[in-house]
């Protein structure tokens, strides 16, 4: 009876900003910085677990994040719940100082379910029916799957809500991995989901372009789910991978809505895994309905890719980043001394606020033994827990030195994800990578590559979800898909004051993925004051001459710019035709610039440069090649991401908040090395 008017009492209508941070001033925020791990008491016994307890307590870990992959944990047989094991665990790390996240532990689901609903059974394209054999093997858009998964987090959270201890909620491990289905059912959902889109099946043959090789539908009940590993269509294709992003998204906003009612007092900050190659979901159109952290598994390669991938998942947010899972051994990897903390420095200048090592114990057994955490695999601490603790004890002083970063950066580079999928198309006769050789990603990365070189803040978004007034500029780096958002958001910026640069390969093709049968930059050509037609590729390394030098390129795609208001900055040297290769026009208050060849660093860095001086853009300071650094709260914070030297030059003496050491005109940075001048 207590739980249920404790329950009741809670179903009260949730904030408009419930989602957000603001307005709950008690929730992580300024001056937080959080370090500890990942935990799963469900493979230690009761000493062990006051063992693990007593090690994270005296490395003076402050947080960890448990609970995920531990449905039948929760939940050993349909309706019989046990939440017993986690209660204690809780409470000890309670009375050892230490804060719990807790995930609610969607996927993947028990053994017990599957067996039971088996809607929730992934079929293969090929019409043959998995059993459970891999974790995230989870049909999540089973009706009876909803059902129960949003019954366990209605009893998780109900229980755990205004625990002490408990300081943020976690959904679905990892969600954006998994396999699509193609059952009868998924069929009959997917249909149901055109309906709703498209209204008509008139308007859904024109978007699908089914005139083409005889494939016109005459009715609903004639549609097939479209081959996720091909071959197909584009306009179908992108459909598909719509349909299952929406799918995701609707799972993980039915979590939120029973949070909104059981625990409107906690905040999300979920390990999300949306380009996750098997699946994936659009989360740049999402972030704000499932998220009130950015939140992701860091697990980094290059440092490039790295930061890029965290301003990605930090989206829109106007709070800190959580790393749910840190980098600190792995599979096989037992870990490199000074590597850890090395990329805990690099994520505090990408805005993080917690870092938690994955894991805590090295695995024994399962999909993942062999995989090397903080303590061996007999219970003895490694040297990976003195090295966590040292980043605890750190960042415990950091938080006085303005971490974690809240400053908003001045510039935007624009991701999609439908462009992703459709210029990835599945295997099949299609033309598509005919057009468009370049990998997507790569042409963001390298929009993005000037910035983070100048030690620039820059945000990952999607233009056409969010609001762009705020940015000095922005950039759309083959920018393929230009739906009607994104431009009405691009016009919107540029006629207001605000200065675009858009590369070749955008704005082909509409949001069904069809080739504009206007000129071309589709809806945006007045924009950019030229139309861009004619495309070829160059036998020789493109060349032009801009701001004194001569840059030569290293992709050969370039564009034909027919200037109309557009003047040029720029002319091909060596093309058979003399055409542009960059042009600027004014459009209203501001100006929108067209570089008429793929994204490449020769080209975009000394254009993107070239604006800073009249946009009031400040370079970050100095550094030498794999160095990262930003000015925090009059500190440089610098970091050596390369596993060799490096010197750091600058003007005076400083002193090194980190080992009180003073350094005149310049710094040597051992190996991943880290230093705060002041």
């Known amino acids: 009876m207590a739980l249920t008017l404790a329950l009741a009492g809670s179903l009260v209508a949730p904030s408009a900003h419930a989602q957000s941070a603001a307005g709950h001033p008690e929730w992580p925020g300024k001056g937080q910085l959080f370090v500890g791990t990942n935990y799963q008491p469900i493979d230690r016994s009761p000493e062990q677990i006051r063992q693990d307890i007593a090690i994270m307590k005296r490395a003076g870990f402050d947080l960890v994040r448990v609970g995920d992959l531990s449905w039948d944990s929760f939940e050993p047989e349909e309706g019989r719940f046990t939440f017993e094991w986690l209660d204690d665990v809780i409470a000890q790390m309670h009375a050892a100082g230490i804060r719990v996240v807790v995930d609610i532990p969607g996927q993947p689901a028990p053994i017990w379910l599957h067996k039971t609903y088996p809607g929730v059974d992934i079929v293969t394209q090929d019409g043959i029916r998995r059993n459970a054999a891999s974790r995230y093997w989870d049909n999540i858009s089973d009706p009876d799957y909803r059902r129960l998964a949003k019954r366990l987090a209605q009893r998780i959270m109900a229980r755990y809500a205004h625990n002490p201890a408990v300081i943020a909620l976690g959904y679905d491990n990892e969600i954006g991995n998994g396999q699509v289905s193609y059952s009868e059912a998924d069929r009959v959902r997917f249909v149901a989901w055109l309906q709703r889109k498209y209204g008509t099946i008139e308007a859904l043959n024109k978007a699908w372009a089914t005139q083409r090789w005889s494939r016109r539908l005459n009715s609903w009940d004639q549609i097939d789910l479209p081959y996720f590993h091909g071959p197909g269509p584009n306009e179908r294709y992108l459909d598909l991978r719509r349909y299952w992003s929406d799918d995701t998204i609707g799972a993980l906003t039915d979590l939120e809505a029973v949070r909104k009612q059981v625990a409107p007092n906690l905040p999300v900050a979920s390990n999300l895994w949306p380009t996750a190659s098997t699946k994936g979901f659009d989360y740049l159109r999402s972030w704000n309905r499932i998220s009130t952290y950015g939140a992701q598994g860091f697990y980094p390669g290059d440092p490039l890719g790295a930061g890029f991938e965290v301003m990605m998942n930090r989206a829109g947010h106007d709070t800190p980043m959580w790393f749910n899972e840190f980098t600190a051994g792995g599979g096989g990897y037992y870990g490199t001394p000074g590597r850890s903390r090395m990329w805990a420095y690099f994520g505090l200048l990408h805005y993080a606020q917690t870092v ?3 894991t805590f114990n090295s695995h024994i057994g399962g999909e993942e033994q062999s995989l090397f955490g903080l303590v061996d695999h007999d219970g003895r601490p ?3 827990v003195d090295e966590f603790g040292r980043i605890a004890s750190e960042f415990r002083r950091l938080q006085a030195m303005g971490f974690p970063r809240y400053r908003r950066p001045e510039v935007a580079v624009h991701y999609s994800f439908e462009t992703n999928w459709l210029t990835n198309p599945p295997q099949g006769p299609n033309t598509m990578k005919e057009y468009f050789k370049a990998s997507y990603d790569d042409q963001v990365k390298a929009a993005f590559q000037p910035l983070f070189r100048d030690n620039i803040d820059a945000a990952v978004i999607d233009v056409g ?3 762009i007034a705020g940015y000095k500029f922005v ?17 919107d910026y540029v006629a207001n004051g605000g200065t675009v640069i858009m590369t070749g390969y955008s704005a082909k093709v509409d949001e069904t993925g069809k080739w504009f049968e206007t000129p071309l930059p589709g809806r945006l050509a007045d924009v950019f004051g030229l139309r861009t037609n004619a495309f070829y590729r160059s036998e020789k390394p493109l ?23 557009a003047k040029p900055l720029a002319m091909f040297a060596n093309t058979p035709q003399p055409s542009p290769a960059i042009t600027i026009n004014t459009f209203g208050k501001g100006q ?3 570089l008429a060849t793929a994204a490449q660093a020769a080209f975009l860095d000394p254009l993107v440069r070239s604006l800073y001086a009249t946009l009031g853009i400040a370079r970050g300071p100095a550094t030498p090649e794999g160095v990262v650094a930003r000015d925090v709260d009059g500190r440089t914070l610098y970091v050596n991401t390369n596993n060799a030297p490096a010197a750091v030059a600058f003007a005076g003496a400083r002193k090194d908040a980190l080992t009180g050491k003073t350094h005149s005109a310049k710094i040597d940075l051992e190996p991943y090395g880290v230093a705060l001048l002041q």
């Not at 759309?476 to 958001?489: H, N, Q, V």
């Not at 001459?545 to 208001?565: C, I, K, Q």
Request: net charge negative.
């Open 592 to 594: 929108a610039i067209y």
């Open 475 to 491: 950039i759309l780096s083959s920018a393929y898909i230009i739906d009607a958002p994104t431009a009405k958001a691009v016009r």
């Open 382 to 384: 490694s040297w990976k």
């Open 543 to 565: 060349q032009f001459t801009f701001d004194g030098a001569v840059r030569t390129g290293t992709d050969p795609y370039y564009e034909v710019l027919e200037p109309d208001t």
């Open 465 to 467: 979800h969010d609001p």
């Open 356 to 358: 938690l090592a994955w």
